[in-house]
């Protein structure tokens, strides 16, 4: 039924966006900073712009894996019963953490209200068999200090529908993604 060559995965994600004009001033951000986009990956419904921000190539993984290219995902299950999901990708989660403190006010309070607080679940040390190894969370400090998980950010950084503030959010938080790791 599709032609998997064709790009016609931006106009499709537009109008399932929830906010059309939102979908459009995003993806115009990332084309204007030279993310790469891919249509259709892993013969998926699925638009991706990305930005690799490691020295190295690395094989694009899906969103919830990712660990070196930043950008977005937005991906169609049709067994699903809302089916459209844009995710985040975000490289070097914990550096970001690290850097915190030089993200903007408005970056801080996504973070905080988007990305995981540590639960103590403990995935973070299951493989230490001492039971000395310390959680891995990043503690900041926005108004209240907040202990982040540095795992897997694409599980919390995921939404249905996009809309003017999140858009704004997104954009911000790679500018700020760009500061911080374009000259690591």
């Not at 929830?18 to 951000?29: I, P, S, T």
């Not at 459209?84 to 970001?96: A, N």
């Not at 970056?107 to 040390?125: A, L, P, Q, W």
Request: aromatic letters at 16%; charged letters at 30%.
């Amino acid at each position: 039924m599709f032609d998997f060559e064709f790009p016609y995965t931006s106009e499709l994600f537009k109008k399932l966006s929830g906010d059309e004009k939102a979908f459009l001033v995003l993806e115009k951000y990332f084309i204007k900073n030279n993310f790469s986009r891919i249509d259709n990956r892993d013969k998926k419904v699925a638009l991706d712009y990305v930005k690799n921000y490691d020295k190295k190539e690395n094989e694009l993984k899906s969103a919830w894996a990712e660990k070196t290219h930043g950008g977005i995902s937005a991906e169609y299950d049709y067994m699903m019963k809302n089916p459209q999901v844009f995710s985040l990708r975000i490289p070097f989660y914990k550096i970001l953490l690290q850097e915190f403190d030089k993200a903007e006010n408005s970056v801080k309070d996504f973070i905080v209200n988007t990305g995981k607080k540590c639960d103590e679940c403990k995935y973070c040390v299951q493989m230490d068999k001492t039971g000395e190894k310390e959680l891995a969370f990043i503690t900041v400090q926005n108004k209240n200090k907040y202990k982040m998980c540095p795992y897997f950010p694409a599980f919390q950084y995921c939404w249905e529908n996009l809309n003017e503030e999140l858009v704004n959010n997104i954009i911000n938080f790679f500018v700020f993604t760009d500061k911080i790791l374009i000259n690591k």
